[in-house]
């Protein structure tokens, strides 16, 4: 009898482990998948909303990429009254528009991340509602006061040009310098040189890539657009830069 108990009491043996269960990538690609549904539904959710509200998504989908985003309030958005139908139109036109832009922007990043150590320096994008600014330190495009590009420079200004044709967009080189006088033969103020490298960079752009002049231009405002102010020589190198910005072709911007 007590050998029976003893057979009822004992446990049954535990099974050997073995290689039963999912195999670990399929944890990694199914938060892949959940990602991408997640993705999608936001886009769906787009559809859905006023302009003011798409706007505001967008604005947080770019703050988590790092980019800025300058919005300007417009009087006849805040009194504009339409039907549900206009309205969704509005807001399609507009995703497509600021989903391009956001897609310049990540190219541009990617770009910036391939390009030499010293190149990288001062380099930056940035974005507002009509177009993106790529910007590049003045240090690494010329020579020092001069207008006389680097043989390095090309990495900087070939990557305009792959961007511009890509996408359809117009271009305004802005050529920017700190508040430090500069008076040479050739460039006897800040203007004129802020000028002259807006311009050479543009030549270079139009004539070995082919963009079309009309859809360019180039502009210096030497001083008078600091990015940061004119404390620290590490700030006036800061200031020192050529922006390239890239726009939606029916703006016209400066």
Known sequence: ??????????????????????????????????????????????????????????????????????????????????????????????????????????????????????????????????????????AALFKPYTAELRPEASQILDAVIKVLKDYKLNLVVRGHTDDRPIHTAKYPSNWELSAARAAVALDYIVNKGGFEINRAKAVGYADTRPEVPNDTEADRLKNQRVEFYMHMPQRDAW
């Open 1 to 138: 009898m007590a050998k029976a108990e003893e057979v009822i009491r004992r446990k049954p043996p535990e099974d050997p482990p073995g290689d039963e269960g999912l195999p670990p990538w399929m944890a990694t690609f199914a938060d892949m998948v959940t990602l991408l549904l997640c993705f999608f539904v936001l886009l769906l959710s787009f559809a859905q909303q006023s302009e003011e509200k798409f706007r505001d998504a967008l604005g947080s989908l770019k703050g988590a990429f790092g980019v800025k985003e300058v919005r300007a309030v417009s009087d006849e958005m805040a009194q504009f009254n339409t039907s549900s139908e206009a309205t969704e139109k509005m807001a399609s036109s507009i995703s497509h528009d600021q989903r391009m832009l956001l897609s310049v922007v990540m190219r541009v990043k990617s770009m910036i991340e391939k390009m030499d150590v010293k190149l990288k320096e001062g380099a930056g994008v940035s974005a507002d509602r009509d177009g993106v600014v790529f910007s590049a330190s003045s």
